[in-house]
């Protein structure tokens, strides 16, 4: 039988509470009608406040992982978010398909909602040296971007504008700024794009702090890459979907919000 079913490949963190990391990225997917297929970066010691610890898998088995997923599946898109060491992104970028001729999303990961470590200080500029020209779209908030940033100029000054576009300098295809971290009665997440076009989706702040809202963002972009949108429709698609089920927040712990259930 014929499958119709888009698969894509997340590889990420494990967060056992639930909200964030590949166990969100595959409730997203499939409510999103794709196949998730996933692969550990690394375990977290995590519940609904924060991150307190994480242990990098090995490189090695993330190696041979990979190359098994693409030798079996017609992967059509790979979403990457928590890398947690230079090792691992190396491993990563060795064992993907050269060229790879499908869609690459990456979220950089830096810390946790709760302001947990979620990764070693060297990993930012293996990113940008390394993963940055493979990806075609990558969503930073600008805790994330400013890290990026810094990966790229060692001689940044802290107060320097944070305009993202010398990232495009790396080979990246798209950056959709997120703007979660900022403060305001508004977010406003901001897509750029090589050929200087700007997409601005601007929502309502809602009161509270929410658990792996940049995880199922980037999620369900590649969701709807996967199903041939282009990358400007997929992102307002996305948005309207993070937001949807944002509307519909559950407090299962003590901690963060998690997002509700999608409605058809």
Known sequence: MQNLVPIVLCIGGLDPSGGAGITADLVTLR???CHGTAIMTANTLQDSYNCRAYFPTSAKLLKQQIQLLFD???????KVGMLGSAEIVDALVDALPQPLNIPLVLDPIWQAGGG????????FPK?????LPLCTLI???I???EQLLKALDQSRLPTTSLDPTPLFSTGVRAILVT?????GEHIEDNLYTLDHKLYCHRWPRKSGLFHGTGCTLSTAICAYLAHHKSLAEAVTLAEKYLHQRLDDYIQFGHGQFFMG????
């Open 31 to 33: 409510d999103l009608k």
């Open 72 to 78: 079996d599946f017609n992967i059509a898109v790979v």
């Open 127 to 131: 990113i940008v040296q390394r993963l």
């Open 116 to 123: 947990g470590s979620l990764t070693e200080p060297d990993v």
């Open 261 to 264: 259930s999608h409605k058809q």
């Open 179 to 183: 703007g979660g971290e900022t403060s």
């Open 139 to 141: 969503t930073p908030n």
């Open 143 to 145: 805790i994330e971007l």
